[in-house]
Nanobody, 126 residues
């Protein structure tokens, strides 16, 4: 089982950086691909980034490519999303997620992702 808990959200200015963390209290973290989604007010949940089981592969949404970096520490059962050069349009509730699959399901079928955290709010002001 996977139990995900996010932390690190907050309010920042445009251009600032923020790092989100997502810890798993389960025992099978390294058997899941993990990643992030976000949902802005009035909008649908959208894919942000995913990292494969060992961390060898990563994939990003075009809107965050070059600004956000996803990473994981399997020994510590934790994943991170480093967000640099934040923009007001990055304002959203960010959700970490886990799924046994790594691939197109993350961006094409978000409703099929197996496990979700409770979300953490990121607010970027101009």
């Amino acid at each position: 089982q996977v139990h995900l808990i996010e932390s690190g959200g907050g309010s920042v200015q445009a251009g600032d950086s923020l790092r989100l963390s997502c810890a798993d209290s389960g025992r099978s973290f390294d058997t899941y691909a993990v990643g992030w989604f976000r949902q802005a007010p009035g909008k649908e949940r959208e894919f942000v980034a995913v990292i494969s089981w060992t961390g060898a592969l990563t994939y990003y949404a075009d809107s965050v490519k070059g600004r956000f970096t996803i990473s994981r520490d399997n020994a510590g059962n934790i994943q991170y999303l480093q967000m640099n050069n934040l923009k007001p349009e990055d304002t959203a509730v960010y959700y970490c997620a886990a799924d046994r699959r790594y691939g197109g399901a993350w961006s094409a079928e978000p409703g099929s992702i197996e496990f979700w955290g409770q979300g953490t709010l990121v607010t970027v002001s101009s």
